[in-house]
Structures are given as C-alpha cells and as structure tokens.
C-alpha cells in the first residue's frame, strides 16, 4: 500500500468521538468496558482551580472484530492531554529510568551502532533513554512537545520541543541527516495522527533503518486486570497482529519483538523500513501465545470486564470499612494510572486523605483531576504512620516497599491489582 494514499487517512483521527478502527478503519467495534466520564489523568489541579469546573470525557474501551484492535472511541485533542506544564517525568523513578537507558544501551548493541550514528527519539521527555545511546556514543536527538524538553536540554541531551510530524522530520534529517534507530517508548499509543507519524519516521530512517516502539501490552493488561492504565492518552492498547497490519501500511516489517517489565507489563516492537523482511522465531512464538491466550476472543474480554468490576468493589469495601474504623488509607504514588483507578472506584479524599509523591515529583502541592485528593510529600507517610497505605505504584511495588520499609514505613501495603490485597510486612 502506498504511505501517502487516500486509504491510509484513516490513520489521522479527527477530535472527539470515532465509530471505527483506528488502523483498520472497520466499524465492526464491540464493547469491553465503559469507565465513565473521567477527567485527563495528567491535568492536575492547582489549588485555585479546584474552584472551575472540569473537562470530563468518556472512557469507553471497545475491540474491532475485524483487525482486533483494543481501543477507547473519543480522541482528546492533544494539546489538552500533552500541555506545556505535563507532570510526568521518566527520569525520576529508578527502576523505569534504569529500564529506558537499558534501551538505548541494547539497541546499540543489537544494530551495532557507535560514532557517527543519529538516534532520535520521540516523545523524550527528560532524555532518559536518550541517555543509554550517548554512554554507547552515539549522535541523540530529541523530540518532545512539552517543557520537559527543558529538563532534557539542561541535561545536554539536545531535544526540539515540539509534536512529532513530517515537516519536523524534514528538518532533522536537513540539519543532522537521516537517523540509524528511531525509538518511541511509551507514547506510540497516544498518537492520534499515525499516518503523520510514520510518514515522518520512514522520512527520518535509513533504509533498512528501525524503528523501535515500546507500548502497553494488551496481552499483560488482560493477565493482570490493568483497568487503570485505561486513560485518554492511551488511544491504542496493542497486541501484535494490529500492529503487523499498521506496520505493513507504510512500508515496514515487524521483525522482532520482546515483552518487557515495564509500565506493568509493555512489548518492544521492531518494525524495519522494507517490507517481506524475516522475522525472529520469538516473534511467532508470541504471535501463537496470544491466540492461545484468547487475544482475539471475544469470551476473554467478557472475563476481563467481571475481573474489573469484582477489584472495583473488593476496593470500595475495604478502604469503607477502613474508613469506618477512623483509619482512611493515603495513597502511595500518583502515576497518571491512578487518575483512572481513583476515579472508576469513586475514592475520594474521605476515604484517601492524600497521595504521598517522592520530593523530586512534580506534582506535589497539586490535586487528582476529578476526586481532588492532595500530593503530599511522602515524608508525611513517615510521620503519620498511617495503619494502612494503598499501593497506587503497584506495577512497580516490590522496589517502592522495599524503599520505604528501608526508611521505617510501618504501614500495611493495600495492593488494589491484579487482585485487592494487603501485604503487612
């Protein structure tokens, strides 16, 4: 298929609600589960904003039957969820910012790369991943829309601060040349214009280049409940049939693939510019685990929905009873995914007074859209040592406890997913 015909438009999607695949283009769409209405995960409050009203959106996760792409139907304006004060930073968790700079290390390693090589990366926030290119020498760039470029500049990892497009990628490639390795880690799911987005990396690459994504992987999301990382930025959960189809379109192959730790549960994708290339035998093999897995059934997503609403309640009626006792439960940590749990469960600041965030965060002094709980510093878990914490990190809850009881946290450890239960020690 030609990358720049009239059949691949699809692929940039207009705001607001869609009633077909957004790689498929079918209006075969079969629903999953509905989360509601729920504010931008990453829209944090002031504390005068808690005064205005809020932007809300439906939250409605759908399946095509025909490609079987799993995907939410109303497309949030960018520049909404991607604002120029966005919170998030990769940077300051250790175990993900340890994982991303192992990125970059291994894909050096694996494409042999070294002096003179270009990497860029989209959606860079603060250069982490950058990072692992640069110890191997590498050429880096990267390309990311908010302030949070700056952070990533004050670090010397140089980033243009602005969306990926195709008139971006024109630029690059006419300043610093054509690039070896294009990653885009934990943000290929939220874009709502593919085609610009592909066009501008097939632009980017070498021939024979590759293009490496790293995205939630619906296969864990399904294994372990993951409700919560059901959000608007997440427009696309993937699983590798979709994504061979999407690949396919503009001119590549989806060549290997590993599923990794992080985020809970992600799939690095490597999808080379060319087309009928060989692919790794690690990548039929995990073609043949999702159809055993049900991926592409319709009774697996009928279990995921009953598993959902069952955590949902099993929640509520602990932190009630909890709250009854006189003993509300802080949060521990406030990833965007929490914005989704807190508010599908209807936890509000009774029954969870506040969410503790390390001193680095920026999100501290700040207030969860929707329920309006406060960001604490976590010292304050310290002093209060509260009978009962909930685990809102809990894709990343073995290192954190470890971390905390280091530091003499007493609490019971509420974990809401895969299943509600508490850890005491």
């Not at 990311?144 to 497009?165: K, V």
């Not at 959960?237 to 549960?265: E, M, S």
């Amino acid at each position: 298929m030609n990358p720049n015909s009239q059949s691949t438009m699809h692929h940039n999607l207009p705001n607001g609600p869609i009633d077909y695949c957004q790689i498929c283009a079918s209006r075969e769409l079969e629903q999953i589960i509905n989360l509601g209405h729920q504010p931008p995960c990453d829209s944090l409050l002031t504390p005068e904003q808690l005064k205005q009203s809020e932007n809300i959106y439906p939250l409605n996760l759908v399946r095509c039957g025909g490609c079987g792409l799993v995907q939410i139907d109303y497309v949030v304006p960018p520049e909404i969820l991607f604002h120029p004060d966005y919170p998030y930073r990769s940077g300051i968790t250790a175990t993900l910012a340890s994982n991303l700079q192992g990125t970059g290390e291994h894909l050096a390693a694996k494409y042999n790369l070294g002096p003179g090589s270009l990497a860029v990366d989209i959606g860079s926030n603060d250069g982490t991943l950058l990072k692992g290119f640069r110890n191997k020498g590498l050429n880096v760039l990267g390309v990311e829309a908010t302030n949070i470029s700056r952070i990533a500049n004050q670090d010397g990892i140089e980033t243009l601060q602005a969306f990926f497009s195709e008139t971006i990628a024109e630029k690059i490639v006419g300043k610093y040349g054509q690039a070896s390795v294009v990653t885009a880690a934990n943000m290929f799911a939220h874009v709502p214009n593919l085609g610009q987005l592909l066009r501008g990396v097939t632009r980017l690459l070498v021939d024979g280049g590759t293009f490496v994504t790293e995205s939630h992987y619906l296969l864990d999301l399904l294994e372990t409940a993951q409700y919560d990382s059901i959000y608007q930025e997440h427009l696309k959960y993937y699983a590798l049939k979709p994504l061979q189809r999407l690949f396919d379109d503009f001119g590549f192959t989806v060549v290997d693939v590993d599923r990794i730790p992080n985020y809970g549960g992600s799939i690095r994708v490597y999808a080379t510019k060319g087309k009928g290339l060989p692919v790794s035998d690690g990548l039929t093999d995990l073609l043949r685990e999702e159809e055993r897995a049900g991926v592409y059934d319709a009774a697996r997503y009928d279990a995921f929905r009953e598993t959902v609403l069952q955590s949902k309640l099993d929640l509520q009626a602990l932190l009630l009873k909890l709250r009854r006792e006189g003993r509300p439960a802080p949060g521990i940590g406030c990833p965007g995914r929490s914005s989704t749990l807190l508010n599908y469960c209807n936890i509000d600041p009774d029954l969870m007074p506040y969410i503790a965030e390390q001193s680095s965060s920026l999100k501290l002094g700040l207030y969860l859209p929707g329920k309006h709980i406060p960001i604490v510093d976590e010292q304050r878990l310290f002093d209060e040592q509260p009978d009962y914490a909930v685990m809102l990190s809990w894709h990343y809850a073995e290192p954190i406890i470890a971390k905390l009881r280091e530091r003499g946290l007493r609490s019971k450890i509420i974990m809401p997913l895969p299943r509600v239960h508490v850890i005491e020690d």
